[in-house]
């Protein structure tokens, strides 16, 4: 497992993320800056950066450029004031590993920088179709920490939204996703889901297509959403018998926290969709 170099105080938002990384036994250091972390970057060797929570996005590109010059391989969460859609274009083209603002979570930063220490084929798990801001095309491999890594950039594609919806919709979207990767494809990473953000002056939308079958709603009987009114636990015993693990509400999770969840005709494409203040600026 490799080592983790967190710029910034060890007294704030750095310190927090390096207890909680403490606890992984991940060997980690401190750097005092961006000048300081080259520094220690031409010394030794580090897998993952966390870069400092008081930065720009645009100076943290800059140092990610500088630190693969010395470390081609490194992988970088980055952490920064603000963003905007531009701003998280250039993250995703730049093959950050993950991307947050305020409010942060220590304990999720850290639990995403230990993935990323012990990741060593992941640089092609998020490819950049097309992107502007307003319309943004990528394909995902269907694994767990792809998902995890593609939702902190929905995040922040989301951030027009107030707090309280963009949380549900990023739940929504993490509810379909990993339905699509597991049951559209098994967690196969050699499989990918197709996803497009778009928002418009009155609508944010994900569209997600998995390479699965599809399904029809009736088939349901495992899933939380096909329940009869009369027996909202039915579909435990569903997944009991065919030995599916414990679950099973994500669908309708999804469909309670945005205004409208649409498929296709099979089943194997998805349009989640929340209607926003028409006074919002798409730009």
């Given amino acids: 497992m490799s080592r983790v170099l967190i710029i910034g ?36 060797s580090f897998g993952v950066v966390i870069t400092s929570c008081n930065s720009a996005v645009n100076e943290d590109l800059a140092l990610l450029a500088e630190m693969r010059s010395i470390r081609p391989g490194i992988k970088c969460i980055l952490l920064a004031r603000h963003s905007t859609p531009v701003e998280v274009i250039a993250a995703l083209r730049a093959r950050v590993f993950a991307c947050f603002t305020p409010p942060f979570d220590a304990a999720e930063i850290a639990r995403l920088a230990s993935s990323a220490a012990s990741e060593s084929q992941w640089n092609d798990d998020i490819q950049v179709i097309s992107a502007k801001p307003g319309w943004v095309s990528l394909r ?36 379909i996703l990993l339905n699509a990767m597991e049951h559209g494809a098994a967690f196969n990473p050699e499989q990918v889901v197709e996803i497009r953000a778009v928002r418009t002056a009155r609508a944010l939308s994900f569209y997600l297509r998995d390479p699965g079958a599809g399904f029809r709603r009736e088939s349901l009987t495992h899933a939380a959403i096909a329940n009869p009114v009369d027996d909202p636990a039915s579909h435990i015993a569903e997944r009991e018998k065919a030995g599916i693990r414990a679950g099973g509400y994500g669908l309708l999770l999804a469909s309670g926290t945005v205004d409208e969840l649409i498929y296709n005709e099979i089943g194997n494409e998805v349009l989640l969709i929340k209607y926003l203040h028409a006074t919002n600026d798409p730009a």
Avoid: H, W
């Fill in 9 to 44: 105080d060890p007294s704030d938002l750095s310190g927090d993320i390096g207890t909680a990384l403490s606890t992984a036994d991940l060997p980690l250091e401190y750097a005092a800056g961006p000048a300081d972390a080259l520094q220690r970057l031409r010394i030794s």
């Fill in 140 to 175: 995902v491999n269907c694994r767990l920490v792809t998902a995890e890594r593609l939702l902190t950039f929905a995040k922040e594609l989301s951030a027009q939204l107030p707090e309280y919806e963009r949380d549900e919709m990023i739940q929504a979207l993490r509810e």
